[in-house]
């Protein structure tokens, strides 16, 4: 995406569509009213000789299908040995020129990975979300992905808006849908939104033990709001704030509940912080559980931030403490940023000593269409093996 809103020029200017103030009847509709949508189209195919942290940094470099390069990766291995990825804003390729793409997925099949869009090769679309999209105005950027109890794979997306007088001079999230995605075929079969779908963005990062399934939320404002070395930038009313919500195992749909810093309650309005917020105006954290032990993973102050921050707890809650600080490069000295860091699944056997990678973004101030915009990733040592679900009760933290 772009990452400033003074760095940006022009309007809307992809799609003639009117957008409504509010979504369309059938987005709005819930669980019980769904609409069918068509066939995924797959641009492209790339297979890497590995899948080291070295190969998957190279994974746009051929530009598959046209894509020059993208953002925000996140993944989710699913049952059958494969792995769906999501990416924001993809730039992609076309004979009249660099276009976004708000969304793509990627379906990872050993080292052979898959390029997700809708549309076709000659116009190509949003993955998701597409008959709803007008591009740069109205868009739809993927959140995390999550199992349902029925076997289906949910991407949660937040809608926004753009309010401004050009694309992300002040980005509006208007609130939370979701995708289902079919784990054998690859299409998209229909949208629906949870039961907490308001703007506060829960399943920003989602994570489930043997229990239960955990929404975290995040803002997700970042662009045209408070002051920020003379752009205006991140709302520094929310995004510093992480909270957690959980619903039964796989049980999607289900009204959460909400951590208020003691227990759990159905009230949204009393949950509290679970990453720190000392000394931090943004936190876009998230988070995963290995060897019984839950990580957060934070790109601190996005695009200004200097470090990646991995923090461990015994319960998803926290409390989260510094395990390790990992200074950040750019891939240019002046005129480059980086933002936005997530855990990649599914790039090992799963065994508990395997390490675990994370990925980091990459842009340009400008966001000049280039090689700058592709994701990085990075090796991280597991944690070690944790006590005993009774054994850490003991300790007070069964909650």
């Not at 003074?6 to 509010?22: I, K, M, P």
């Not at 080292?111 to 993955?127: D, E, H, N, Q």
């Not at 509006?172 to 995708?179: I, K, N, Q, S």
């Not at 991995?310 to 002046?334: D, F, L, M, N, Q």
């Amino acid at each position: 995406m772009l990452l400033l809103a003074v760095a940006v020029s022009g309007g809307f200017t992809g799609s003639s569509a009117v957008v409504a103030d509010e979504p369309d009847e059938l987005l709005t509709a819930g669980e019980a009213s769904l609409v069918r949508v068509d066939q995924t189209y797959i641009a492209d195919t790339l297979c890497l000789p590995d899948l080291s942290v070295r190969s998957l940094s190279t994974m746009f470099d051929t530009e598959p299908g046209g894509i020059i390069g993208a953002d925000y990766p996140r993944t989710l291995a699913l049952p059958n040995g494969n792995v769906l990825w999501t990416f924001q804003d993809a730039r992609i390729r076309t004979p009249t020129g660099a276009r976004y793409v708000h969304n793509i997925g990627i379906m990872q099949v050993g080292t052979c990975f898959s390029i997700l869009v809708g549309g076709s090769s000659s116009s190509p679309r949003a993955w998701l979300f597409p008959d709803q999209t007008a591009p740069e105005f109205r868009w739809f950027w993927p959140l995390d992905a999550e199992m349902g109890a029925d076997g289906q794979v949910y991407v949660f997306s937040v809608e926004m808006n753009e309010r401004g007088d050009r694309y992300l001079a002040r980005a509006e999230p208007g609130g939370t849908f979701v995708a289902r995605v079919n784990p054998d075929n690859w299409n998209v079969e229909w949208y629906g939104t949870p039961a907490n779908a308001g703007n506060d963005l829960y399943g920003w990062s989602i994570e489930s033990d043997d229990e239960w399934t955990y929404l975290f939320a995040h803002c997700h404002r970042q662009f045209g709001f408070d002051p920020f070395f003379g752009n205006d930038a991140h709302d520094r009313s929310c995004t510093d704030r992480v909270t957690v919500g959980r619903v039964p195992l796989g049980a999607l749909f289900e009204a959460p509940t909400y951590w208020t810093g003691s227990s759990w309650n159905p009230d949204r309005s009393r949950a509290k912080p679970v990453i720190p917020r000392s000394d931090r105006f943004s936190n876009p954290t998230q988070v995963i559980q290995k060897n019984g032990r839950w990580l957060a993973v934070t790109k601190v102050d996005d695009w200004w931030g200097t470090e990646i921050l991995i923090e461990s707890a015994v319960h998803p809650t926290g409390p989260y403490t510094t395990v390790e600080r990992r200074p950040v490069s750019p891939k240019c000295a002046v005129d480059c940023n980086t933002y936005f860091s997530s855990w990649i699944e599914g790039q090992n056997s799963g065994r508990p000593n395997d390490p675990l990678i994370i990925s980091l973004s990459h842009n340009r101030w400008d966001g000049e269409a280039s090689y700058i915009y592709r994701p990085t990733y990075a090796v991280v040592a597991p944690p070690a093996d944790q006590p005993t679900v009774a054994m850490r009760c003991s300790l007070g933290y069964c909650a």
